[in-house]
């Protein structure tokens, strides 16, 4: 079982960009799936959620209007779309699953995790 994420890089403030996490090893519709973020020197940070039937979103207050998660079950891949992205965006992004499928803003409640991705944004 691994999730894999993809698409980070070194962006400007006002730009957008659009991470992706692949889910392998067993199938992933029924799970909820998250985002996390950990910037250096701070703890991990709560961005977005998705419950596994794709109806209910959450997301933290910092991203709220301005990113969108997704995902799509056929393939088996995440989404993490963000736009005017600000300096305090940038940080290690991370997928992680949980089993129940209900969001949780909780890291606790996901026991998969993917190393992660980084997203740098300069000013």
């Known amino acids: 079982v691994q999730l894999v994420e993809s698409g980070g890089g070194l962006v400007q403030a006002g730009d957008s960009l659009r991470l992706s996490c692949s889910a392998s090893g067993r199938t992933f519709s029924s799970y909820a799936m998250g985002w996390f973020r950990q910037a250096p020197g701070k703890e991990r940070e709560f961005v977005a959620a998705?419950?596994?039937?794709?109806?209910?979103?959450d997301y933290g207050d910092s991203v709220k209007g301005r990113f969108t998660i997704s995902k799509d079950d056929r393939k088996n891949m995440l989404y993490l779309q963000m736009e005017s992205m600000k300096r305090e965006t940038s940080g290690i992004y991370c997928c992680?699953?949980?089993?129940?499928?209900?969001?949780?803003?909780?890291?606790?409640?996901?026991?998969?995790w993917g190393q992660g991705t980084q997203v740098t944004v300069s000013s």
């Open positions: 992680a699953a949980q089993a129940s499928g209900i969001i949780d803003e909780d890291e606790v409640g996901f026991a998969l």
């Open positions: 998705i419950s596994w039937s794709g109806g209910t979103r």
